[in-house]
């Protein structure tokens, strides 16, 4: 296989991102972020380069400064991430979706607890083939107050990969969440997504204070919508997602001293009609390739692209949608992909779906690794070669040098087809969907996994104190 080719998108040069970085230190010094937990507002105020006007904490260069330089060194100190060779990719799943789609592909309907236990068996499975996640959604007949802790007994007790849940939206979840992780003695790290424009609050930074004395490493996130909760400008929200999302950081960095913090600015596109979140259109991909500058820009790391879509049923908006997320990051020399088999925004999940994402970032791979001369058909030989077939009378198909190379100049998908009108009726007139929701069940019918009987115990211990406190 031929190594990556150099990066072939890119968005925005050096000149801009500085010019950007330091309209974002303006927003920071002049307004500031909003700071809701007054005792964050009182440590702030003793610490360099913070100047606390009633809620508001305006934020000067230095604590920016020492923030970046943290961040880089932080970056320069982990392993380089391995060479990857084209083809061979990371594929994610999430666990956030509460919809599914049916196995006709026409309707949606609630994801239940067993669709979450079917996915983790099929995630499982695919784990194989590169595809990470736990379970593919919330199982909604369960409880409320009960469904991360059931979503992450189902990750237990079906995926190899141990319990998970990203559905942490209160204090007393977060506990049982972190006591649930602790059982696998994996570190505490959490997150900070905060409202825009300028604000550092909400429940998560709530949360996060809570745990602060415990924590490992921690997150500033930014998500403005432009044109809603941002400027309706590519570059103004990108901006301002910098600023919201350093101004984080520069916070964090300041009350959690030694404790790594990274940023994601990540805005997002809107339909300007309906006021809905799109992702998956022009604009959004714009973004989409930006953030990774940006991240790069302040010294960090970024090589996830994101295959999303704001349909809701495998249709051919999905298809169009996913296929220029791929593309763009196969020729983008990303080496992972994200949110595979997730309609909706990341509302819904669709495992046939998920099976067709694998095929169309394999299939964009193919392009992504270029043409090349093989073996025999070299242009020094050709002359030869097409000399040989004509003298023999014969079609190329017949020729040595076809069987030789076949394999590896054409490219072989799983599932779309390769079918013209009259083989596609002789076979019966055959739904790419139909064979993708066919594979996910073959796929399931394969599982086999025991999980750790020791850890099973001590998770259902945990639920079931928690289940007796909620009574």
């Not at 083989?423 to 399931?444: F, H, K, N, Y």
Request: proline residues 6%; charged residues 20%; contains cysteine.
């Amino acid at each position: 296989m031929t190594a990556y080719a150099p990066r072939m998108t890119r968005v925005l040069d050096s000149a801009q991102l500085a010019r950007m970085h330091d309209a974002a230190l303006a927003m920071l010094a002049r307004t500031g972020m909003k700071v809701d937990i007054e005792e964050m507002r009182i440590e702030l105020a003793r610490c360099p380069g913070f100047a606390v006007d009633g809620a508001r904490v305006r934020i000067g260069e230095k604590p920016v400064q020492d923030w970046m330089a943290a961040f880089r060194q932080f970056h320069a100190s982990q392993p380089p991430a391995p060479a990857l060779e084209i083809g061979r990719y990371t594929y994610h799943v999430s666990d956030r979706p509460t919809w599914i789609v049916d196995r006709d592909h026409v309707a949606v309907r609630p994801l239940l607890r067993q669709d979450a236990i079917e996915g983790a068996k099929l995630l499982h499975v695919l784990a194989a083939q590169g595809v990470q996640g736990v379970t593919p959604g919330v199982p909604t007949d369960v409880p409320s107050a009960l469904q991360p802790m059931e979503q992450f007994l189902i990750g237990a007790q079906y995926a190899g990969r141990g319990g998970q849940t990203c559905d942490v939206t209160d204090l007393r979840t977060a506990r049982i969440i972190r006591d649930m992780n602790r059982v696998y003695g994996r570190e505490l790290h959490m997150s900070a997504w905060c409202p825009s424009p300028l604000i550092f609050a909400g429940t998560e930074v709530d949360i996060l204070w809570q745990f602060r004395r415990e924590i490992k490493g921690t997150m500033a996130g930014s998500m403005p919508i432009m044109g809603l909760t941002g400027p309706c400008d590519p570059i103004g929200i990108m901006t301002l997602a910098m600023a919201e999302a350093v101004g984080g950081a520069a916070i964090l960095h300041a009350l959690l001293p030694g404790i790594p913090v990274s940023i994601f600015p990540h805005p997002e596109a809107a339909d300007m009609q309906t006021g809905c979140m799109v992702l998956g259109s022009p604009e959004w991909e714009l973004l989409d390739l930006m953030h990774r500058e940006v991240i790069e820009f302040y010294g960090g790391r970024w090589n996830m692209k994101m295959l999303h879509t704001t349909a809701s049923l495998p249709n051919a908006q999905v298809q169009i949608e996913h296929t220029t997320g791929a593309l763009l990051g196969v020729l983008g020399g990303y080496t992972e992909f994200d949110a595979l088999g997730e309609l909706a925004l990341d509302q819904v999940w669709c495992p046939a779906q998920l099976l067709l994402d694998l095929d169309i970032v394999a299939h964009e791979a193919r392009v992504a690794r270029g043409a090349a001369s093989g073996a025999g058909l070299e242009l020094e030989r050709l002359p030869d070669i097409v000399d040989e077939v004509i003298r023999e009378d014969m079609l190329f198909a017949a020729h040595e040098t076809t069987v030789a190379n076949l394999r590896t100049q054409y490219h072989r998908p799983s599932l779309l087809q390769r079918l013209g009108r009259p083989q596609w009726t002789d076979a019966g007139m055959p739904s790419v969907l139909r064979a993708a929701q066919a594979r996910v069940d073959e796929l399931i019918s394969t599982y086999s996994y025991e999980p750790p009987a020791d850890i099973l115990r001590e998770l259902r211990a945990i639920c079931d104190k928690a289940k007796t406190a909620l009574r």
